[in-house]
């Protein structure tokens, strides 16, 4: 007679299984978000330091072009700094508000002569 002790038991299992697999599938979900954004950071970082190393080879406000690039990306200009005939810049996108997540990510990036 054991059987009818456990009537009943499967479902609840199932349901504390289909719990914690929609728990982890969340918690990849913002974690894929934040490494999208942290690429999307870097590439308009990059992008914007190419962009004010340009400019200034051509005698133009480097840290213009590069608030500019940075906008068209998707991103904020935080510094922009000249160090001789190279550019230095930092910018910041939003990052993920998933799951009470409300971390911005930054990346920085250098251009200029080689």
Same mark, same amino acid.
């Given at each position: ?49 190419? =962009?004010? =190393? ?11 072009? =590069? ?48």
């Amino acid at each position: 007679m054991t059987g009818r002790a456990e009537r009943g038991s499967a479902p609840l299992f199932a349901v504390a299984v289909i719990g914690v697999l929609i728990l982890v599938g969340a918690a990849l979900g913002v974690v894929a978000a934040m490494v999208h954004a942290h690429r999307v950071a870097q590439a308009a970082a990059d992008l914007s330091a190419l =962009a004010g =190393a340009q400019a200034q080879g051509r005698g133009r406000d480097p840290c213009a072009a =590069a608030a500019v690039v940075a906008g068209a990306n998707g991103a904020a200009l935080d510094s922009c700094v000249v160090e001789g005939f190279g550019v230095r810049v930092q910018v910041t996108v939003a990052g993920p508000h998933w799951l009470d997540q409300h971390h911005d990510l930054s990346a920085q990036a250098r251009a200029g002569p080689a």
